[in-house]
């Protein structure tokens, strides 16, 4: 059994491997760039080590660097995860000659099925179905152009070594042929070195299911049944569940013998998935579903499988790469109940899914995660920083019910009180996709999200402002100690006033709660103080920061003050003045990073730095003084 791990991966998953390695007694070992020095990961693992810069290519996607580190690690295995260099047949032989186990398939079967046309090729001599195409050698125009003719449009271009959605164009008539071509070849070679391309017919509704499959070095192959993965937005999936909705028998059967027939026909090794694309035109039947290829890695949606299945199956992985049989035979392999995963991303949808970066301020729920209908599979904590450079998916939220029903009623609740301040988040859109007609009756398909338009992206101004009047209510609730502290509105000789002044981004007003009111079917907010004078506040799973305008403090700007203070907690990155400089009223004395953003702090008057208590790089809260002033 293997001893000691080293993880060649960052966030979620690494955080994930480790919980069953600490489980099996596995030493475990994390590797990180210069962006993940404090990372959760690294924290988590027994050991950690440094493998280079930021960028992908120069720590997460350089064999050498991470071969290097398992020796001075002295592990003996190496798991990859998802991404990154999972489907790497290099990185596999690398391991394999620095005679450390690899957690995966063999080399062979990653090259063979990572090759879309060698892989469709492969099943169809194994009798999988596959959809009418061209997935020959010869790539000339005019050989493509003949073929794009006998399929018929319209079509999808693919690149031939694709993956992640990258290097597939649409092509909906003959005159688009050329130009999307050219723009398919393009995006290949710089994604994967290969421009080559093949031509697959369009299913114009498709739905994405995929069988998990597992073998070992015995000649076993097993699967643990399907999953749904059609709630996508540019390629991307959003929602997964399994098993798929509206399945019949003979289907789930049919898909299932032929995932492990092709499982089989590679001799395949470890945990893998095989991917169908489906007619979502037409009800599930034995002639709606083709192969449309096999990643042979563990997938980001496995935890629906083990949920619906009782199985962990990164043990299965450790126990099959260190030489065992498969831990079950298939009449010992049951589905019971439903499970549904929404991937929690930092990224912005009302402006095009823009990824984000920052400090996490906030980042929980209220919901027990220790209950047994849920897991939270995260790769971040409050007070952790996402980096610009990697992938958005910060967590994993996976939720199980006796059926489907259940699981989504459960998945839309626990995402109304699952809270991300800091960064933008996706949770409000997720909770909207969850709460649609279409999901709900199970007959979305991989185009669904971009019919919708604004209607998932855009949050509700109403959660906007059942969050102000939230604090709005926390704030005149607070009762002080004296008379002339206690908020209730008294004032001699009239009647009571119940107002407070609250801002969101540039806009303040006063607000009364009496005069305003929150519809009944608008999720009771969740207000977190993250200081005197700011508040986080989730609504429907959307996330808004309140402020209390300092007026005070306004007003002593203006007529000149004696310090700069910290307008909020951040980072300083930047001090343009030392004690004794003199300064003009205006000047930027110093630059802090907040939210995502700059704040130029500029001096309140003029006059002569007395003393500067900010230092570069500090982590500072909220109201400290950074600059203190003097009569010049």
């Not at 563990?298 to 083990?306: D, I």
Request: glycine share 10%; proline share 4%; aromatic share 6%.
């Amino acid at each position: 059994m293997i001893s000691s791990l080293l993880i060649a991966n960052r966030g979620e998953i690494a955080c994930r491997i480790m919980r069953t390695c600490r489980a099996l007694g596995i030493r475990t070992v994390a590797v990180y760039s210069d962006a993940d020095v404090r990372a959760k990961h690294v924290r988590e693992a027994d050991e950690a080590v440094w493998i280079g810069a930021s960028p992908a290519p120069e720590s997460y996607l350089d064999i050498d660097r991470i071969i290097e580190a398992a020796r001075v690690a002295e592990v003996n295995a190496i798991h990859p995860g998802y991404g990154f260099l999972s489907e790497n047949a290099g990185f596999a032989n690398a391991v394999a000659k620095a005679g450390l186990i690899w957690v995966g398939p063999k080399s062979g079967t990653i090259e063979s099925m990572g090759l879309k046309d060698r892989a469709k090729a492969i099943a169809e001599e194994a009798g999988v179905p596959v959809l009418p195409g061209y997935r020959g050698e010869k790539q000339d125009a005019k050989t493509l152009g003949k073929e794009a003719e006998r399929i018929g449009f319209p079509l999808l271009i693919k690149a031939v070594a694709g993956g992640g959605g990258r290097g597939i164009r649409l092509v909906s008539e003959a005159n688009e042929l050329a130009g999307e071509l050219e723009s398919a070849v393009r995006e290949a070679e710089a994604a994967f070195g290969d421009g080559r391309v093949m031509l697959e017919k369009l299913v114009e509704q498709p739905r994405h299911i995929e069988v998990q499959v597992f073998g070992d070095s015995h000649g076993n192959a097993v699967h643990l049944f399907e999953r749904d993965c059609s709630l996508q937005r540019r390629r991307q999936k959003v929602i997964e569940e399994a098993p798929a909705p509206g399945m019949p028998a003979d289907v789930r059967k049919a898909m299932c013998d032929a995932s492990v027939k092709l499982a089989k026909a590679v001799g395949y090794e470890g945990a893998g998935t095989v991917e169908f694309i489906v007619d979502g035109a037409k009800p599930l039947a034995l002639d709606t579903f083709w192969f449309l290829e096999m990643n042979t890695r563990l997938q980001v949606e496995h935890p629906v499988t083990e949920m619906v299945t009782g199985t962990d199956l990164v043990e299965w992985q450790l126990r099959v790469a260190s030489g065992e049989e498969l831990p079950a035979k298939q009449k010992d392999i049951k589905l019971s109940g439903h499970a549904i995963e929404a991937r929690i991303c930092a990224e912005d949808p009302a402006d095009g899914f823009r990824p984000g970066a920052g400090l996490i301020e906030e980042f929980g729920m209220l919901a027990d995660t220790a209950a047994d209908w849920i897991r939270w599979e995260a790769g971040f904590e409050s007070g952790d920083r996402v980096p610009a450079v990697y992938d958005s998916m910060i967590a994993k939220l996976v939720v199980f019910g006796e059926d489907r029903d259940e699981a989504n009623d459960r998945l839309i609740d626990t995402l109304a009180h699952l809270q991300l301040v800091g960064v933008p988040g996706n949770i409000g859109f997720l909770r909207r996709c969850a709460m649609a007609d279409a999901f709900v009756e199970g007959v979305h398909h991989v185009n669904w999200i971009a019919e919708q338009g604004d209607a998932l992206t855009q949050a509700p101004d109403a959660h906007q402002h059942a969050s102000v009047m939230a604090v709005c209510d926390v704030l005149l609730g607070e009762s002080g100690d004296t008379p002339w502290t206690v908020r209730d509105g008294w004032r001699m000789n009239s009647a009571p006033v119940l107002k407070t002044a609250v801002a969101v981004g540039e806009d303040a007003d006063w607000f009364d709660p009496a005069d305003h009111s929150v519809a009944d079917d608008i999720s009771m907010p969740l207000v977190t103080d993250l200081s005197d004078r700011r508040f986080a506040v989730t609504t429907g799973g959307d996330s808004v920061l309140v402020e209390v305008p300092d007026f005070e403090a306004e007003a002593e700007a203006l007529a000149g003050g004696d310090a700069v203070k910290a307008p909020m907690p951040g980072k300083i990155i930047a001090v343009n003045v030392a004690a004794g400089d003199t300064v003009e009223k205006g000047q930027t004395v110093a630059v802090m990073e907040a939210m995502k953003m700059e704040h130029s702090l500029t001096a309140p008057r003029d006059g002569v730095v007395e003393s500067v208590d900010a230092e570069l790089g500090a982590q500072v809260p909220e109201g400290q003084v950074l600059v203190a002033l003097e009569e010049a």
